[in-house]
């Protein structure tokens, strides 16, 4: 789907987009935003707007880390949202892509992000936010909906943490385990991601880069300062990730011990029993079992059941 907006003589307006719209008013202002588009939509990239092809690779591709690359005359950035489903406990990233020119922004993305559907349902409305302060305030009103959209999905890890602690120390399971293991994968996502980010908004926000105005820069700082808390709570997330796995080592191994101890006790009293069933032997002359017909089928039997009780034991101790 390809949305367009064009900002000039005052007003905000949402048309179909063709080549010749870019050069129709002097002056005016262009968002072009690509969302799941069609090969024919994705073309304008290079057929109207005659970016790099470095730079188109990396947007039609997956870019997993952040970048931020400085063309003749436009800059090309990559950037990820992130989203943490509590209900799921899934933690989703959504990259985009952006084109800034003095004059033009091109955002392009492979699913719906809440940050452009802000904008563009601001846009639609004749909302002039941003947009006539030049293209670096749209940037800038883009990615500080989109970070600031961090905050609850921080939230929502750091509860899911403490959850994971309390049952930890309560009832771990190898259940458990592996939701550590996922939680620290997200984490490890999250702080991998952050970290360049945070670098991006340090250098746009020095204002040294097309379309980013002395003016646009110092909102930039705004953002840097929420990444740089981002990041802060990423790392400190880690730690307390790697917390909960000692801790439910730690919970394991003492359960390991107790379970140990109580086996070993049961193995201290059959000890003698054994003794003597190994010295003596079972070759008493008045055992009447000896002409017992089923004898040895029951035996069998009375084996089999024990074994299926001390395994349903040990099952419901949580021993095994």
């Known amino acids: 789907m390809l949305t367009y907006f064009r900002y000039a003589n005052g007003k905000i307006e949402q048309l179909e987009f063709s080549a010749e719209r870019l050069n129709e008013v002097e002056g005016a202002l262009h968002?072009?935003?690509?969302?799941?588009?069609?090969?024919?939509?994705?073309?304008?990239?290079?057929?109207?707007?005659?970016?790099h092809p470095l730079a188109i690779e990396d947007c039609l591709e997956d870019v997993h880390h952040p970048k931020l690359d400085e063309y003749d005359g436009y800059v090309f950035a990559v950037v990820h949202g992130i989203r943490f489903d509590?209900?799921?406990?899934?933690?989703?990233?959504?990259?985009?892509?952006?084109?800034?020119?003095p004059t033009c922004?091109?955002?392009?993305?492979?699913?719906?992000?809440?940050?452009?559907s802000a904008a563009r349902d601001q846009c639609g409305r004749g909302l002039q936010t941003a947009v006539p302060r030049?293209?670096?305030?749209?940037?800038?009103?883009?990615?500080?909906?989109?970070?600031?959209?961090?905050?609850?999905?921080?939230d929502a890890i750091e509860d899911k943490i403490q959850l994971l602690q309390v049952e930890c120390f309560e009832k771990p399971t190898t259940d458990t385990l592996a939701k550590v293991f996922a939680l620290r994968r997200d984490v490890m996502t999250l702080r991998r991601i952050c970290l360049p980010q945070r670098e991006i908004m340090h250098r746009l926000a020095r204002g040294d880069y097309p379309g980013i105005t002395d003016k646009a820069a110092i909102y930039f700082?705004?953002?840097?300062?929420?990444?740089?808390?981002?990041?802060?709570?990423?790392?400190?997330?880690?730690?307390?990730?790697?917390?909960?796995?000692?801790?439910?080592?730690?919970?394991v191994n003492n359960r390991l011990n107790e379970t140990m101890k109580r086996l070993t006790v049961i193995s201290a009293l059959l000890m003698p029993l054994t003794l003597i069933t190994g010295i003596y032997g079972m070759n008493f002359e008045f055992m009447p079992e000896l002409q017992w017909r089923y004898g040895y089928v029951a035996v069998l039997a009375v084996m089999a059941t024990m074994c299926a009780v001390l395994i349903y034991w040990f099952k419901k101790k949580q021993w095994i």
């Open 31 to 51: 968002w072009v935003d690509l969302e799941q588009p069609t090969p024919e939509e994705a073309a304008v990239l290079k057929d109207v707007f005659h970016f």
């Open 221 to 251: 700082r705004d953002i840097y300062d929420n990444l740089y808390r981002i990041v802060d709570a990423a790392m400190q997330y880690q730690d307390l990730v790697q917390g909960t796995m000692d801790a439910y080592l730690s919970s």
């Open 86 to 101: 509590a209900p799921t406990e899934e933690f989703v990233t959504r990259e985009l892509d952006i084109f800034l020119s």
């Open 105 to 116: 922004l091109v955002t392009h993305h492979k699913g719906p992000m809440r940050s452009i």
């Open 134 to 154: 030049g293209t670096g305030f749209l940037l800038h009103a883009i990615l500080d909906q989109m970070f600031e959209h961090y905050f609850p999905s921080l």
